[in-house]
């Protein structure tokens, strides 16, 4: 691995650990989102909140973690070609990142806001194929665990197909992670008890 890979991983790394869930629910007078619903940093669980909009904010700001990253590291890195190199694994750290912020002692969101947001960056075209699978699902079962599940398994395949080697293999990994992030959250789906879209506390 190259020590410029190794830079473009670490500072999408560091992007991507910004824990903006727990900064904008603290900022806004609203305590620790860790101590409510889910326990996670991310829009679902801001939602549960009762803001719509730090909900929005949230999801928005994740998602740039991951688009930012790979821009950055892409204009940096342009002999690396656009679709290939240090892209790529900026985007993978940004997604890390958030997974595991060190700040946090490794304990971050699910990272499907950051994911959605590498996907913008690297193939905009499925990041649009993701946001209607989403929608869709969210809103025929108000699950939004099951809707970005769905949409985690659909992208690599429409990658396979839309994209590169490189991107389509890349979410895989991306994907499988989201998958294996969601595990609890897939019993309780199989369990009838997984908390619905808007559900406060």
């Given at each position: ?24 629910t ?21 939602l ?27 204009h ?27 700040w ?5 969101g ?29 809103v025929?079962?108000?699950?939004s665990?099951?809707?970005a ?11 396979y ?25 897939i ?13 406060k506390?």
């Amino acid at each position: 691995m190259s020590y410029n890979v190794i830079l473009a991983l670490l500072f999408g790394y560091l992007l991507g650990s910004i824990p903006f869930g727990l900064l904008i629910t603290r900022a806004a007078g609203l305590g620790d989102v860790r101590k409510i619903g889910s326990g996670n940093i991310g829009a679902t669980n801001v939602l549960r909140t009762g803001n719509k909009g730090l909900a929005a904010a949230t999801l928005v700001l994740d998602a740039l973690k991951g688009t930012a990253a790979v821009m950055i590291a892409r204009h940096y890195g342009h002999d690396f070609g656009p679709w290939a190199g240090l892209g790529l694994w900026a985007g993978f750290g940004a997604f890390l990142g958030h997974l595991f912020p060190v700040w946090l002692g490794f304990k971050g969101g699910k990272g499907v806001a950051t994911y959605l947001g590498v996907l913008i960056a690297l193939g905009w075209h499925v990041a649009l194929i993701f946001i209607v699978v989403w929608l869709v699902m969210a809103v025929v079962f108000r699950y939004s665990s099951l809707a970005a599940l769905t949409a985690a398994v659909i992208v690599p395949i429409a990658l396979y197909f839309l994209s590169t080697p490189e991107v389509a293999g890349l979410f895989v990994v991306m994907s499988l992670i989201v998958i294996v992030k969601h595990r609890a959250n897939i019993s309780r789906l199989l369990a009838g008890t997984e908390g619905k879209i808007g559900a406060k506390g």
